[in-house]
């Protein structure tokens, strides 16, 4: 069984459309491609209560990590940690390891401006708070760590909101912990091109060919406009090591563009833009 | 109090990361301009009981609207009335105005393609498979007809995933009903652009200026890199008009700036760029 994770994307600018959920994204992708199981993602605002409910109905469905991001900075809508806490019945207490890394940030910045020190104000103190038992995950290009913790079996993970600081926490912290519990596995995927067929004909075709081959997953995906039927279908599976997975991908794909071709449909690669 | 709209896309394609969800956001900005409030966003794969699961919480939470998006196509791999009609207890039957759509549809694809007819396949009667007292909402652009239904005083809507066809559908069928329940009530915003003053220091700014201004939110968002501190300062509200949403976020405007700019921050419009 492939692992579970769960996203947690905090924030209001998320939920009035101000801003496109890359980080979302962009982690999907990472997990996937690592052979994990991205099994729900959930948005919400900026709200103690609201984050508290999330996180613990996430914890109950036991994913492997529940990985957040946003609401770890210095202001007051910063709320990401208070509502962890409140969906693990515990306290929020100031980590030494934290401030440490906060300090040396000040000191820093500082250090840059030419200043003899910057004050540690009760706002960038805030960010050495944590939950009790947390490990603070360091910040390598911005100020606030991220955190882990785990309860009932579930290691949540708190990372910023701010895109570099949350590629950086993942990429040096938290992607190593997430290649050991993926193992061996790994994803593959491929894209057709099909054109000259319905989607509505693509579909007993599809069936089959899923039937066929039970360990790859085939999605159809209208592109272009109705009158000029265009779709790209796209064949992805997860095996226990990258051959196997290409295998199993190859030969699902010859079967469909062999069944679509003799049904008068054109195929050709379908190319995407990353 | 602004009526709470839930969000829930599905599609196997967001969970691994394929596709960035722009249709939420194209939801929730609609959604927030009309004065609406967006709760949560919630994704989930291509999945019935996950489907089923996550439209029957959402209900619990009695939002004003659920609106799905995805899984209503002739593919085998959509189930979103499938897993709403499991979460509703209910059944699917075969819709007689949803059928009449899309014979109409298929004609008009056969006389375009100078075909006699094109054979309604099972597949393409799947689209017209509705739960039982839903209705069908027509789909001026794509096939597949979107479809409402009431449940537990819950509007549940589902709209294809195709983006073009998922906003016709909320243009033609859905904004009315939605400008109907939001009534008189705007939603207003603007953003601010910060520099000269660490994202630390503006916390407590913050703090004192959304004490004083009750019905404002201000959230800031880091920008550019850490050693030139740049933040995009939004301000937003909503109100029963727009006249007074634009005096509140006036009235937040000129409080921070003149705070900023008495701490030796400047302050500038910010640019968005749509």
Excluded: C
């Excluded at 009790?132 to 708190?158: F, S």
């Amino acid at each position: 069984m492939t692992p579970n994770i769960e996203i947690l994307s905090v924030g209001n600018e998320l939920l009035i459309g101000k801003t496109l959920n890359t980080n979302a994204q962009w982690l999907a992708k990472r997990l996937t491609v690592l052979g994990l199981n991205v099994r729900r993602i959930t948005v919400a605002g900026d709200d103690v209560e609201e984050i508290g409910t999330v996180v613990k109905e996430a914890i109950n469905r036991k994913p492997a990590y529940l990985i957040t991001t946003g609401g770890l900075g210095p202001t007051f809508d910063d709320k990401t940690l208070e509502g962890i806490r409140k969906a693990l019945g515990t306290e929020i207490a100031l980590n030494k390891k934290a401030l440490e890394m906060i300090e040396i940030k000040y000191r820093n910045y500082a250090k840059e401006r030419g200043l003899e020190k910057i004050e540690l104000t009760p706002a960038r103190v805030k960010m050495a708070k944590l939950p009790k038992n947390a490990e603070p995950l360091p910040n390598p290009v911005g100020t606030a760590p991220g955190m882990i913790i785990e309860h009932d079996g579930v290691r949540v993970v708190a990372l910023p909101g701010v895109p570099p600081e949350m590629k950086a926490i993942f990429e040096e912290s938290l992607e190593p912990m997430l290649k050991t519990l993926a193992g061996d596995v790994t994803f593959f995927e491929t894209s057709l091109g099909v054109s000259g067929i319905m989607e509505s004909e693509l579909a007993p075709i599809i069936d089959k060919v899923m039937h066929d081959n039970p360990y790859v997953y085939i999605k159809s995906h209208p592109r272009g406009a109705e009158k000029t039927p265009h779709i790209e279908l796209h064949i992805s599976t997860t095996a226990k090591n990258s051959a196997t997975a290409r295998n199993h991908v190859t030969r699902a794909l010859i079967q469909i563009t062999e069944t679509i071709q003799a049904k008068g449909g054109k195929t050709k690669p379908f190319k995407t833009k990353d």
